[in-house]
């Protein structure tokens, strides 16, 4: 069976009369990943994905102009685990490509991460890698101890680059003050004595040859998986047997936000096509201080395709919506810790996945979750393999009400 194919109920019910081994809610990195390790290993498995496709995030398709576009922004595969390359090279060849972005600060388009020529261009210097970094130091403003997204910048590199580069970007990005965000955010991006203006460092830097909802169909073409989509978990929880469940969705929803709701950053994306061959210089150009939008990405620069137009895509961060980030911010932590002890005490339901575990996570982070995951699930069931042809029905805890389906 095409494994892209939504199923019936009926079908469902015919394919697999014994039940399933195992429920899967989403079709993204978390739940194919897990799909495909547990379908391979001998359980039946049942994805269930609320969306009409699958690929979560990382969803790709050919836009009405015939352009590969990533609907849900941009997703550049990066990661330094030769593991978790090899695994997904399994579904996909690939394309080498270093992401390269440039930010637009007082009329000009600068390399970020900064770097010496950041730097050198900006202030019409010809610093060398020696001087730039007693420059960084010279306007460094020591914060013992860092905890904060501002002091993680200004530590480094000084109040007016953390002003011209991050503060606004921040500002848009999170609707908070990066005074208000964990270090972790903007240390995401580094600072750079050398003139290497790739976004990322990691290893392995490469793309999908054929997009990531090719390799998300052959990691889910297998015999032992049934998927079905346009379809909410809590529709069908009921309707078929399984024995575990792993829930890749936003945790607070599982629990029907009895804790209240985690807050989460969402982001409009308006896409455009323009009809000439290339539409900026590099695959992304940051605005930390213009527009309400935070950055432009033309596609054909990722995915290397060729064709007379291009596609890009704006983001526009915003409150309400899909949830897209988890906001890493001391009370936040503290909220999901409430969350995660409920699922740490349910027996019958796994949580993977960036929303999941309310974790900033990329691409390859999460497959590694997974991965990890898969291997702590066959060693607990060789502990305690199930008995005979018993089957859980539904989740320990009482059942949530049947939501309407996307
Ligand atoms: P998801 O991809 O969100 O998958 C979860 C799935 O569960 C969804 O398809 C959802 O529809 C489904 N679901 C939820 N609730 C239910 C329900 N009740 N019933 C049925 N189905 C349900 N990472 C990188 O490494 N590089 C990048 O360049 C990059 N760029 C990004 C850009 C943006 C704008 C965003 C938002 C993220 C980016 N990421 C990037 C992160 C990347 O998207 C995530 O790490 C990854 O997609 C997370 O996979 P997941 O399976 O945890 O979640
Ligand atoms: N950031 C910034 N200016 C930039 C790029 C990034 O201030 O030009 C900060 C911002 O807070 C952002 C964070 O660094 O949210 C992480 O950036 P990254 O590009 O990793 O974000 P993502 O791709 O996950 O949206």
Redesign the pocket.
Known sequence: MNATTSLSSDAITAAAPAGFDYLIVGAGFAGSVLAERLANAGHRILVVEKRSHIAGNAYDHYDDAGVLVHPYGPHIFHTNSEDIFDYLSRFTAWRPYEHR?L?SVDGQQLP?PINLDTINQLYGLSLTAFEVENFFQTVAETVDPVKT?EDVVVNRIGRELYNK??RG??RK??GLD?SE?DAS??A??PTRTNRDDR?FSDKFQAMPLHGYTRMFARMLDHPNIKLMLNTDYREVQDLFPWKHMIYTGPVDAFFDHRHGKLPYRSIRFEHTTVQQAQYQDVGTV?Y?NDHAYTRTTEFKHITGQVHPATSIVREYPCADGDPY?PIPRPANAALYKLYEADAEAMDNVTFVGRLATYR?YNMDQVVGQSLATFKRLQEAHAASPPKGEERVMAPAHSPPSVATAV
Do not use: E, G, K
């Open positions: 972005v930010a970020i997204s580069f991050f970007y921040t990005q999170w990066p965000l955010v903007t995401r991006v976004y940051n930390p980030y900033y």
